[in-house]
């Protein structure tokens, strides 16, 4: 998932809210999810995609895995139907609505779904024929139906060149892997993020150029990579170095990023990306402020006025994940990012003001945290401020910020620990 940093929601809480909710763990009740494998960039046969990643588990929108967006959820169940929750003032949720829900609702019409993404603000399904569907904010055009109208029901995404196989969407972009290896995106295009040479947004769906055997795909706030061929690839915004190429210059064609062996899968925050390889291992380059890249990097404190500027220790290039091992699903946030790992644990680094690590704490951290009480995990996905995981039982648990209702019934107004999302 992701967000651009100028749209971000800033939440100014009174001291007597800023308390977060720290729930019991007791067990959901029975999820609505299916069984399958896991992911968080999203997979296709042979690979994977979208704001997350994946091997042979399900990707990012595979039946029984949940994504995220600003501050929405969505859960694709085994009948193929959609239940969102969260933030809803675009239609995001896709009920025909623009009421927010705490409650997850079903997405409107939409049967035969086979995977989805959440954007910063839309959504994105794909269906059983291999067409696309989204819905929520339009206003650069990321819904890909031809027109910049919002949406609160799933429309068609029109004139898309072939039949999608994965899906992903960004800040306001959205993105797809063709059947036949290459990529197509569509919506804002300032920095380049749809790749196809020119900065001219688009509605409808454009070819990212010269990408051809594309396994995973991921979408951030205003970048894009992907696994191509072999390689890791990233296109548009790069200020903080999140295109992985060594430089910090935009790019509207993709770029290989340096030093990746096996790539199996990509994930993209807001300003960062992250690549699971084959053995496991996790490493992530672009914006460190918040210890996004998991690299154990010293953080300066809050600034004072009158401080020097602080250090730069955002990175250009990739850099391992220290301590995590065994990745099986990756997902970037706003400002951190989580992994599930082989043993069913998870781990968040980064951002965590609002105790979107789960870890207990609102400790902001440059090296990964076990999520605590949590095991038996298939699935993860970072948000804005919040993250949800689920588990081999396809229920779904969320911690973090819950202004909006993105925990689901029981999480208020935001927990540092797991909270049950009931009614999937």
Same mark, same amino acid.
């Given at each position: 998932?992701?967000?651009?940093?100028?749209?971000?929601?800033?939440?100014?809480?009174?001291?007597?809210?800023?308390?977060?909710?720290?729930?019991?763990?007791?067990?959901?009740?029975?999820?609505?999810?299916?069984?399958?494998?896991?992911?968080?960039?999203?997979?296709?046969?042979?690979?994977?995609?979208?704001?997350?990643?994946?091997?042979?588990?399900?990707?990012?929108?595979?039946?029984?895995?949940?994504?995220?967006?600003?501050?929405?959820?969505?859960?694709?169940?085994?009948?193929?139907?959609?239940?969102?929750?969260?933030?809803?003032?675009? @239609? +995001?949720?896709?009920?025909? =609505?623009? !009421? $927010?829900?705490?409650? &997850?609702?079903? %997405? #409107? *019409? /939409?049967?035969?779904?086979?995977?989805?993404?959440?954007?910063?603000?839309?959504?994105?399904?794909?269906?059983?024929?291999?067409?696309?569907?989204?819905?929520?904010?339009?206003?650069?055009?990321?819904?890909?139906?031809?027109?910049?109208?919002?949406?609160?029901?799933?429309?068609?995404?029109?004139?898309?060149?072939?039949?999608?196989?994965?899906?992903?969407?960004?800040?306001?972009?959205?993105?797809?892997?063709?059947?036949?290896?290459?990529?197509?995106?569509?919506?804002?295009?300032?920095? @380049? +993020?749809?790749?196809?040479? =020119?900065? !001219? $947004?688009?509605?409808? &769906?454009?070819? %990212? #150029? *010269? /990408?051809?055997?594309?396994?995973?795909?991921?979408?951030?706030?205003?970048?894009?990579?992907?696994?191509?061929?072999?390689?890791?690839?990233?296109?548009?915004?790069?200020?903080?170095?999140?295109?992985?190429?060594?430089?910090?210059?935009?790019?509207?064609?993709?770029?290989?990023?340096?030093?990746?062996?096996?790539?199996?899968?990509?994930?993209?925050?807001?300003?960062?990306?992250?690549?699971?390889?084959?053995?496991?291992?996790?490493?992530?380059?672009?914006?460190?402020?918040?210890?996004?890249?998991?690299?154990?990097?010293?953080?300066?404190?809050?600034?004072?006025?009158?401080?020097?500027?602080?250090?730069?220790?955002?990175?250009?290039?990739?850099?391992?994940?220290?301590?995590?091992?065994?990745?099986?699903?990756?997902?970037?946030?706003?400002?951190?990012?989580?992994?599930?790992?082989?043993?069913?644990?998870?781990?968040?680094?980064?951002?965590?003001?609002?105790?979107?690590?789960?870890?207990?704490?609102?400790?902001?951290?440059?090296?990964?945290?076990?999520?605590?009480?949590?095991?038996?995990?298939?699935?993860?996905?970072?948000?804005?401020?919040?993250?949800?995981?689920?588990?081999?039982?396809?229920?779904?648990?969320?911690?973090?910020?819950?202004?909006?209702?993105?925990?689901?019934?029981?999480?208020?107004?935001?927990?540092?620990?797991?909270?049950?999302?009931?009614?999937?």
């Amino acid at each position: 998932m992701t967000t651009r940093r100028s749209l971000r929601t800033v939440v100014v809480l009174a001291s007597a809210a800023v308390a977060l909710v720290v729930a019991a763990c007791a067990p959901a009740p029975g999820g609505g999810g299916g069984t399958g494998t896991t992911t968080t960039t999203s997979t296709v046969p042979g690979g994977s995609t979208t704001t997350t990643t994946t091997t042979s588990i399900p990707g990012a929108g595979v039946a029984g895995t949940v994504v995220a967006g600003r501050q929405h959820n969505c859960f694709l169940r085994t009948d193929g139907t959609v239940r969102c929750w969260g933030n809803n003032s675009f @239609g +995001q949720l896709g009920d025909g =609505s623009t !009421t $927010s829900s705490a409650a &997850p609702v079903p %997405v #409107s *019409g /939409l049967a035969g779904d086979t995977r989805n993404a959440a954007g910063g603000d839309h959504t994105s399904a794909i269906l059983t024929d291999q067409t696309v569907r989204c819905w929520g904010n339009n206003a650069s055009g990321q819904l890909g139906d031809g027109s910049t109208t919002n949406a609160s029901v799933p429309v068609a995404v029109f004139n898309l060149p072939g039949a999608a196989v994965d899906v992903t969407a960004g800040g306001s972009h959205t993105c797809v892997i063709r059947a036949t290896g290459g990529a197509s995106c569509w919506g804002d295009n300032f920095s @380049g +993020q749809l790749g196809t040479g =020119s900065n !001219t $947004s688009a509605s409808t &769906p454009r070819s %990212v #150029s *010269g /990408l051809s055997g594309t396994t995973s795909i991921a979408a951030g706030d205003a970048h894009t990579c992907a696994v191509a061929a072999g390689a890791v690839k990233c296109w548009g915004a790069n200020v903080s170095g999140q295109l992985g190429d060594g430089t910090n210059g935009d790019a509207n064609v993709p770029r290989t990023v340096s030093g990746v062996a096996a790539p199996a899968a990509v994930t993209a925050g807001a300003s960062h990306s992250c690549v699971r390889t084959a053995g496991g291992l996790v490493q992530c380059w672009g914006e460190n402020i918040y210890g996004q890249l998991g690299d154990g990097a010293v953080l300066p404190p809050p600034p004072q006025e009158g401080d020097p500027p602080p250090p730069n220790i955002n990175s250009n290039v990739p850099r391992a994940v220290v301590g995590v091992t065994g990745a099986v699903a990756v997902d970037g946030g706003a400002d951190h990012t989580c992994a599930v790992l082989s043993d069913g644990t998870a781990q968040c680094w980064g951002r965590n003001d609002l105790g979107q690590l789960g870890d207990g704490l609102t400790t902001t951290r440059s090296t990964a945290a076990p999520v605590t009480y949590f095991a038996a995990g298939t699935s993860v996905a970072a948000g804005e401020a919040h993250s949800c995981a689920t588990r081999a039982v396809n229920q779904v648990w969320c911690w973090g910020d819950g202004a909006s209702g993105q925990l689901g019934p029981n999480g208020g107004v935001g927990s540092t620990i797991q909270i049950a999302v009931t009614g999937l």
